[in-house]
């Protein structure tokens, strides 16, 4: 069954290919959706897929590449609706 994560991701994730890093491992693990920076600073993504491969992208969130700093994740689940037919950078 296919599930929907929104991930809102703080800490200095901006400037550093987080959205870019993002894209690539929702492209390596089949999932739609988006990723797009915030106002605040942070970055939001949100996917839709099977839940474990869902699961393996909010875990990269928790660290990102090499010089993102992530401070926190607010992980939200829903139902999938299906509107995704790939992932792209916003």
């Known amino acids: 069954m296919k599930k929907r994560v929104i991930i809102k991701v703080a800490g200095k994730v901006q400037g550093v290919f987080f959205r870019a890093s993002i894209f690539n491992k929702a492209q390596q693990l089949l999932l739609g959706g988006w990723v797009r920076n915030q106002k ?4 939001k993504v949100t996917a839709e ?3 474990e491969k869902l699961k393996e992208l909010v875990k990269y969130c928790q660290s990102g590449p090499e010089f993102a700093n992530v401070e926190g994740l607010d992980v939200k689940w829903e139902e999938a ?5 790939e992932f792209m950078i916003k």
């Open 40 to 43: 605040d600073g942070g970055v």
């Open 49 to 51: 897929g099977g839940e």
């Open 81 to 85: 609706n299906g509107e995704f037919n």
